[in-house]
């Protein structure tokens, strides 16, 4: 199996740690991907251009991290991040939505920044998008209050929400959560830690730490 993968998307980072966290790693090949250009070797394969892709060795090709993620559980098997008890695992779907959301309205405001000129943007989808990511810090905050057993794996939720907190980091997008909710960045510091999370931080990002400010980084994420 190879998945397909850029640096710098929130959504590939996903998958990534899961596969770390999972212990799947040595089954499944990481290929860096070029997008967004009729050149991308993912069009051979279907019709997206979109990473996360996993290809399978018949020429299938999934899409969608979280589909990704349950297709490699299904195929080798409950890992330790798939939380098996039911009353976990209904808490960590919640946590895991919520997270996605919050990594889909970062997501729209960077390619916002990225790839509109400032006289094409829209400010009230960006209001919009701004309040939705303020309302998602708190409901994060409050759930993610006890960083994780460094021995255990992370949930898919608690890997959801570390991946979309890196990308709140990325200056472009100037997000004061970490002084806004200090609880979640020390929680979001401490899992960053990791070696699933470290093996796969973006360059471009900065690598965090309670001290950080929001905007350290001059560096953007396209997404
Ligand atoms: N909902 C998708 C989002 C995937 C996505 O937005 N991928 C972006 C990178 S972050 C991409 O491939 N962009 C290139 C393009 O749209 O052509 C998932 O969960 O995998």
């Not at 939505?97 to 509109?116: H, N, Q, V």
Request: proline content about 9%; hydrophobic content about 45%; overall charge negative.
């Amino acid at each position: 199996m190879e998945l397909f993968y850029t640096a710098n998307s929130p959504y590939a980072r996903k998958v990534r740690v899961f596969l770390r966290e999972a212990g799947l790693a040595p089954r499944v090949t990481e290929t860096l991907a070029v997008t967004r250009t009729e050149e991308s070797p993912l069009l051979a394969h279907g019709p997206t251009g979109r990473v996360p892709a996993l290809l399978l060795s018949d020429g299938a090709l999934i899409l969608e991290a979280a589909l990704i993620c349950r297709f490699l559980e299904e195929e080798y098997g409950p890992t330790g991040v798939s939380l098996a008890a039911p009353e976990v695992r209904r808490g960590d779907l919640v946590l895991e939505g919520m997270a996605t959301t919050l990594m889909d309205s970062l997501s729209i405001r960077a390619r916002e920044f990225l790839y509109r000129r400032p006289d094409e943007r829209s400010a009230r989808a960006l209001a919009y998008e701004t309040a939705r990511g303020t309302r998602c810090y708190a409901a994060l905050a409050a759930t993610l209050t006890v960083p994780p057993a460094a021995d255990a794996p992370l949930s898919l939720g608690q890997i959801t929400a570390a991946a979309a907190l890196a990308t709140a980091d990325q200056a472009l997008l100037a997000e004061p959560w970490r002084t806004a909710q200090p609880g979640l960045a020390t929680w979001y510091d401490q899992v960053a830690t990791r070696p699933s999370l470290a093996d796969t931080l973006y360059p471009g990002w900065p690598t965090p730490s309670p001290a950080q400010s929001p905007a350290q980084s001059k560096d953007s994420a396209p997404a």
